[in-house]
């Protein structure tokens, strides 16, 4: 085989789902997942000894951003690790494309532990800055593992792939997480950063929202686009 033959061939490639290269890939972005989750710790900074004395003074010691920026980080990369699971169980394999789509998702998933730290740490906490770096953060990783799909969908590697129209509606239901977070940015800046943070608790209401008007969306879609079952025969 030629150096193009060679070259094409891995750039074509792919690994079936019952592949131990699957299995492989899969276990190495579940654990980059659970370092991810594990680094949040380290942002919490113990205080000092004196600090222990009264519960009072343990809270007050800093901690309070500290635990607010591991909580929060902690639920977005635990959601996104269930939404690359969801997504994983419905792919038939890896090609190159998926897989490259994965890795660029997980750089800015095992970001997220940095740009927490400028939350959550008290000398950075108040400045709007730091909210939008970890705002533009979560945006851009939300929007990359929902590449992840379409590079799936483009390299036929999905069981049950959607109608385009209802691919087109969980985007836009995907969308509504950046959409909160970059609208906490221009709030950090002009009232300041602990209401760009408290903007973030505007998910509890959209995504629910979003999410229900997407799962009837794309339920009406998918009846629309059924084929019809064919007519009984006449006796």
Same mark, same amino acid.
């Given at each position: ?18 592949? /131990?290269?699957? =299995?492989? &890939? #899969?276990?190495?972005?579940? %654990?980059? @997942?659970?370092? $991810? ?98 705002? /533009?953060?979560? =945006?851009? &990783? #939300?929007?990359?593992?929902? %590449?992840? @799909?379409?590079? $799936? ?83």
């Amino acid at each position: 085989m030629s150096t193009a033959e060679g070259a094409g061939a891995r750039a074509t490639a792919r690994y079936d789902r019952d592949s /131990v290269e699957f =299995s492989r &890939a #899969v276990a190495f972005f579940d %654990a980059a @997942y659970a370092f $991810a989750l594990t680094l949040l710790v380290v942002n919490i900074d113990p205080p000092p000894a004196e600090d222990w004395a009264t519960p009072a003074r343990w809270v007050t010691s800093g901690l309070g951003w500290q635990f607010f920026g591991f909580a929060v980080s902690f639920i977005v990369i635990a959601v996104f690790w269930r939404v690359n699971h969801r997504l994983g169980s419905e792919f038939t394999g890896f090609s190159s494309g998926t897989i490259t789509a994965n890795l660029v998702a997980l750089a800015l998933i095992v970001f997220i532990p940095f740009s927490t730290q400028g939350i959550s740490d008290p000398a950075t906490a108040d400045e709007p800055l730091a909210v939008a770096v970890y705002a /533009v953060n979560i =945006s851009v &990783a #939300v929007m990359a593992q929902s %590449a992840v @799909y379409l590079v $799936a969908r483009r390299d036929r590697l999905l069981r049950h792939p959607l109608p385009r129209r209802a691919d087109t509606v969980n985007l836009i239901d995907a969308m509504s997480t950046p959409a909160v977070f970059l609208l906490s940015i221009p709030v950090a800046y002009l009232w300041g950063a602990e209401w760009g943070r408290w903007c973030w608790l505007l998910l509890i209401v959209v995504g629910p929202i979003s999410g229900r008007w997407a799962a009837r969306r794309v339920a009406r879609i998918v009846s629309e686009e059924r084929p019809a079952p064919p007519p009984a025969p006449s006796s």
